[in-house]
């Protein structure tokens, strides 16, 4: 299965930005569709932002117009944009990206990045 390894989180008071990145371990041929996803302490996993092969994105309401999602698809790589963060914002985000490579399809999960926003 690959792997996704995931950086950029840390701590960022209210108002900052903050660039989340997620890339494959491993040569992939096609993403499908790649999403990011943050869960709260005492919260279910809950869907962030995702962008498909072709470039459609679909958003929280609750990111709209402050968060970013994209996807290079020649390095095979994809980023989260957060603007504007929200203490609200605090949580471990997860990088989900489906596609093909060498022996087939799959269906990724990174480990895990801990963004806080505090003062």
């Known amino acids: 299965q690959v792997q996704l390894v995931e950086s950029g989180g840390g701590l960022v008071q209210p108002g900052g930005s903050l660039r989340l990145s997620c890339a494959a371990s491993?040569?992939?041929?096609?993403?499908?569709?790649m999403g990011w996803y943050r869960q709260a302490p005492g919260n279910q996993r809950e869907l962030v932002a995702t962008i498909t092969g072709g470039g459609s994105t679909n958003y929280a309401d609750s990111v709209k117009g402050r968060f970013t999602i994209s996807r290079d698809n020649a390095k095979k790589t994809g980023d989260l944009r957060m603007n504007n963060l929200k203490p609200e914002d605090t949580a471990v985000y997860y990088c989900?990206?489906?596609?093909?490579?060498?022996?087939?399809?799959?269906?990724?999960w990174g480990q895990g990045t801990q963004v806080t926003v505090s003062s």
């Open positions: 491993e040569r992939i041929f096609s993403i499908r569709v």
């Open positions: 989900n990206m489906k596609g093909t490579f060498r022996a087939g399809g799959f269906d990724s």
